[in-house]
């Protein structure tokens, strides 16, 4: 057994050596076998070494376009997105003809889609993933990677709704009712088909509903209507509402509220 290690470690020293000595070595062609083995071992950081250091020279040359794939896929493995996103799209445009292409065209994409940040924070990254997925979808409409395209893209279209909706929200949390009446309405037009529209009923009605009891006597009638509207809305978008209980207990309100007008 000692044996054994011994000679494991021995092999583990001595292929460190070459892997050092092919760092230090100013010939192209000693960098890059060693750079391929590394990378069809797994290691991918020490390939990335070496690509690094042959991606210079390596260009026109007959291997650059493995080279330059090995050298992306190597980035993409070790989840250096942006990176790996560049060397993708590099790839696509030098090599348009490779067998590869249209992985790298997905790849690119995808590493895009990895940059998009939470929903809270600044969504240029996420416009620009939107951007490179439909590029892909366009220009590879019967591509195996379309449904999983076409769902990072969807995810990343309700990451901005989300954000729009919780600025729309925003206007109704800071009691800013006539505002949150506005953005709100714009948010359910801009975005028909979003999974926060039911949200977005929801609070156009709360916020019609407390600016309308809240209101001076001259308006009040006018705006129990607009939340009585408003109700209207949210209901036949869905019966079944999970705000069902508080809308109907405000509906009752404005109900009551609305009596002494007809008086």
Excluded at 21 to 35: I, S
């Amino acid at each position: 057994m000692n044996r054994f290690i011994a000679l494991v470690l021995l092999v583990f020293l001595a292929s460190c050596s070459e892997y050092q000595k092919a760092l230090k070595n100013e010939d192209v062609a000693v960098k890059y076998p060693m750079a391929e083995a590394k990378y069809e071992a797994g290691k991918y950081n020490k390939a990335i070494r070496l690509f690094e250091q042959i991606a210079p020279s390596y260009r026109g040359k007959p291997q650059a376009e493995k080279m330059f794939y090995m050298y992306s896929q190597s980035l993409y493995k070790t989840k250096q997105y942006y990176l790996a996103g560049y060397q993708f799209e590099s790839f696509t445009s030098s090599y348009p003809k490779s067998e590869k292409v249209e992985e790298a065209a997905y790849l690119g994409a995808f590493c895009y889609a990895q940059l998009s940040p939470v929903y809270s924070l600044d969504q240029t990254d996420t416009n620009k993933a939107i951007d490179k997925l439909q590029a892909f979808i366009d220009n590879y409409p019967n591509s195996d990677y379309l449904p999983k395209a076409n769902e990072l893209a969807k995810e990343l279209r309700e990451k901005l709704e989300k954000k729009a909706f919780e600025v729309a929200k925003q206007y109704n949390t800071i009691r800013d009712y006539k505002a949150a009446l506005v953005v709100l309405e714009n948010f359910i037009n801009d975005y028909p088909g979003t999974p926060f529209k039911e949200d977005a009923l929801y609070y156009k009605f709360d916020s019609a509903y407390y600016l309308a009891i809240n209101s001076i006597e001259s308006k009040m009638k006018e705006r129990i209507e607009v939340a009585k509207e408003a109700h209207d809305k949210l209901m036949k978008f869905n019966s079944n509402t999970k705000y069902k209980k508080e809308a109907d207990e405000m509906l009752s309100r404005l109900n009551t509220d609305l009596t002494q007008f007809s008086k």
